[in-house]
Structure formats: C-alpha cells, structure tokens
C-alpha cells in the first residue's frame, strides 16, 4: 500500500498543478524509483497506479467526451433551460484558445512518464520474463493509447497531408530529464510508434493473461483490448486490411457478445459496476473512493438531469433512431419548466443503478466496434472470408430492433449513419468526421451561427495546445489560428 501511495501523491500533483509541463519536469517517479521500482511487486503496482489518470474529469471522466461530442450533431446545450449552469459553452461553439483548451496533454503525459518509469526499471532480475512482459505490454498499451489521445486531440487528422507529414505532438519513450523539452514529431511518426507499442505489446502478452486483483476485468489491459485498440488505429490510418483484421481476431476469440435488445433497455448494461460478459473489451473503471472523480464536472453529472445537465443530446441524433430501435432508449429527457421545451440526454453516464448518479464507468473499446471497423474496411477492399460489410452492419442491427441493413453500402449513408447511431456519446463521431474528410453540421442548433458547421479542411479540427506547455517549451510548434 505504501508503493501505491507514491503514485497517488504524484497524481494529485497533476491535478492541482497546472503550469507545470509534464514533458520537461522531473520524471513523477524520479525521486522514489529506487523504493517504488526496485521488486516486481513495486513494479506491478505501480503499472496499476498507470491507469487512474484515464478516469479523471479531464479525460475520460469527463471532459474528453463532453469536448467531442459538444462539438458534433450528438451534442445540445439547451441555452436557457433550467439545465443550463453555463458550462460547455465554449466546446459546444467550438470557441477554443489556448487558455481553455483540452487539459488533456498533462493528464496524458503523465501516463506516459509513469509506463516509460517502468518498462525502464523491468531488468531480468526483477522476476519471472512472462510476468514482467504482461507489465511491459501493459505499459506499451497505456502509452499508445495516450499517444493516440493526444494526437487526436492536438494535431490534424492523418489524412490532412498525403504523408501525414503534419505536426503532430511530441513522442516520449524515455524517461525525461528535466532539462529535456521535446518537439513536436510528425503526425506519421507517432502513428509509427503508436503501431510499434501495439505489436510489441501483442507479441509479448500471455494470451490468456488478466491483472490480478482489479475489481472489473475488463478495465484491465488484455490481448484483446490490444488488438481492438490496434484495428481502431489502422482504421484512423486507412490500412484498411489491418483494421480489418484485427477486428476480425477481436471477434473471432468468442470472448465477447453482442448486447441484446434486453441488455440494452433505458441502457441497463452501460450501468453495471463490473462487466462480465458482453460487448466491453475496455473500459475506465470508476467508484466512490477515487480522489480523481470529477465531482459535479464529472460526465455523470454533465448529462444528468439530477445534476448540471448542461450536456444534451441533440435532435439531429434523436431523429436518426426508427421507431422500436432499442437505442433511442439510451436517452432519457425532462421538460424545462423555464421554456417549455423538451431536453435530452444520454444514459450511458447515468452511474450505476442510483437516481442522483456520482461516479460511472466509461466504455471505450468494445464489440460493435470491431463489427463497424471491419464493415468499412471492407467496404474500402479489405477481404474476410465469411464476412461482408452489408452482414456486420446486419449482425449490429438484428439487435438493435433496426431496420434491416440496404445491400447497397457506401461511407455517407451507409457506415458513417450506423457508426454514429451505435457509437454516439462514445467519442466517435467528431473523429470519424475528421479522419474522413467530412465537414461537420448541425441543424438543432442554437450557439453561435458561425459554429453551426465546420469545413473540411479547417483550423478547428486539431485544439490549440495549452498555453503553460509553449511557455514551458519553446520547442513546441503552435497550432495555425490559435
């Protein structure tokens, strides 16, 4: 417990530091590797002690999803509404600076200072090679992950130039000296890294390895969370067949089911406190006892109607569900008293089985995905025998209670309508649109007639990176238009 504690004192240092840069301060564990990091049992905890910052309130708790769906046709701030605080204003008119961009970048960093303390401390003598390459793989997955987070966020999509030689964010697999103030890597080159993590981190996993001693499996680093993640990454990247088939190898382990029209219902599986079978292949687990919560800046709270609520669904999104389809019942609605009008909100942050929620997981890899990767791959000519696009979508929609799917597939009216209907307030959709070219609209809309659409090509689809960060480090190339 004493090791553990280490890395929440350096977590809380995150959070209530905020001008530091977390690419040239020393290395969080710098000072307590030789007592955190010397025995295997320092080293697993401390690979544990990786994860927490993916459920705080600026990523995955929170922000990271309200940003990027704020921002789309899935997202409404009822301007006026009794659940209207005056949060998200700026995200839903797309109003960024970099004063109050994404906070993204230190969380992110942090993980990656923390995974590359260990996978630097994992010598042989440490113990057994299987178990100290479960650790690594951990690591190498929590790294490309926040890797793939941060460029998402801080840089064009890959597509913006032919090569993907744009900038993207600084690629960090060393421990830092203090004096050390990275630039900015090209776009190709952190997807390079990205992909090498990944397939080291799957060459070197034991199959069937699952951490031991966590609460809800499935919010732990397994093969298949490696693979899923991988299949989204060669989708994002247009290697059509390797998205393909990665999908195929997450699909094929049998590990996971499709959710029924049952499971689904006033979305009862988004809310349980473990998963134990179904769609999830990863998720951010979350509960009452994690100092990082977000409290009422939290995703629970932001799309409650018990809470803040200032982030509703929008219309655009509500009308894309056919009468009897199981989704639109992932939504749940109350009349503002203040304007007589109806406002809407997702249910997948709803907590776990309480009226006022305060904690909820976050799904971020799970089954419908793979079908939904592997349905465009092939729609761009990757092959899977025994699989078409036109039977994936079908797979998807057979449980859904939705129409059957056309024979007939394209991008626009096709993949992108069922990936947004199945994957809507999942941190999708603003990125499907950019990764393809595709300018954002929105017709249910009451901000700023200037943020209505955004075209493609255009500033606003890479955030401004944060102003202590170019402070910190001259070395970092601003965004154009910030």
Not at 15 to 29: A, R
Not at 272 to 284: A, K
Request: with cysteine; aromatic share 10%.
């Amino acid at each position: 417990m004493k090791k553990y504690l280490v890395f929440i004192v350096a977590f809380a240092a995150v959070t209530v530091t905020g001008c530091k840069d977390f690419l040239v301060e020393e290395p969080p564990l710098s000072q307590s590797n030789e007592l955190t990091l010397s025995t295997y049992e320092g080293l697993d905890q401390a690979t544990a002690g990786a994860y927490a910052p993916l459920a705080a309130a600026a990523w995955y708790g929170g922000d990271f999803i309200l940003l990027n769906e704020m921002k789309t046709s899935n997202g409404k701030k009822y301007i006026g509404s009794d659940f209207d605080t005056g949060r998200l204003i700026d995200w839903y008119n797309m109003n960024y600076t970099e004063e109050n961009t994404s906070a993204l970048w230190g969380y992110a960093y942090y993980v990656i200072s923390a995974t590359n303390n260990v996978i630097a401390n994992l010598t042989p003598d440490k113990g057994d090679e299987q178990d100290l390459n479960n650790l690594k793989a951990e690591c190498l997955f929590l790294r490309a992950f926040s890797h793939f987070d941060l460029v998402r966020t801080y840089a064009q999509p890959y597509c913006y130039t032919v090569d993907a030689s744009h900038p993207g964010v600084p690629v960090v697999i060393t421990v830092q000296a203090s004096t050390d103030k990275p630039a900015r890597a090209t776009v190709a080159k952190v997807y390079e890294q990205i992909v090498a993590d990944l397939l080291e981190a799957e060459s070197i996993i034991d199959p069937s390895y699952v951490r031991a001693g966590v609460k809800d499996q499935r919010s732990a680093v397994t093969l298949e969370a490696i693979q899923a993640l991988l299949s989204r990454v060669y989708l994002y990247m247009e290697n059509w067949q390797g998205a393909a088939d990665y999908a195929t190898k997450v699909i094929d382990s049998k590990k996971f089911t499709m959710w029924t029209p049952e499971d689904l219902q006033d979305a009862a599986c988004y809310r349980l406190d473990v998963q134990t079978e179904g769609e999830v292949i990863f998720e951010v687990y979350s509960n009452s006892g994690e100092a990082y919560g977000g409290g009422n800046e939290a995703i629970c709270s932001l799309t409650s109607k018990n809470k803040y609520g200032d982030g509703g669904a929008c219309a655009d999104l509500m009308n894309l569900y056919e009468d009897g389809d199981v989704r639109a019942t992932l939504f749940h609605s109350e009349e503002s008293k203040s304007n007589n009008e109806t406002v809407w909100w997702t249910a997948k942050y709803l907590g776990k089985g309480i009226s006022s929620p305060d904690y909820s997981n976050t799904i971020i890899l799970r089954l419908s995905e793979m079908y939904l990767n592997r349905a465009e791959a092939m729609i761009h000519g990757a092959e899977i025998d025994g699989a078409s696009p036109v039977s994936d979508l079908q797979t998807i929609a057979s449980n859904r209670n939705a129409a059957p799917v056309k024979a007939s597939l394209s991008w626009s009216d096709g993949i992108y309508l069922e990936r947004q209907k199945e994957l809507a307030w999942e941190v999708h959709t603003w990125f499907d649109l950019g990764r393809t070219k595709t300018a954002m609209s929105r017709t249910d809309f009451v901000g700023n007639e200037n943020a209505r659409t955004c075209a493609w090509p255009s500033n606003l689809w890479a955030m401004p990176i944060p102003a202590r960060e170019h402070t910190a480090n001259g070395n970092l190339e601003h965004n154009p238009g910030y």
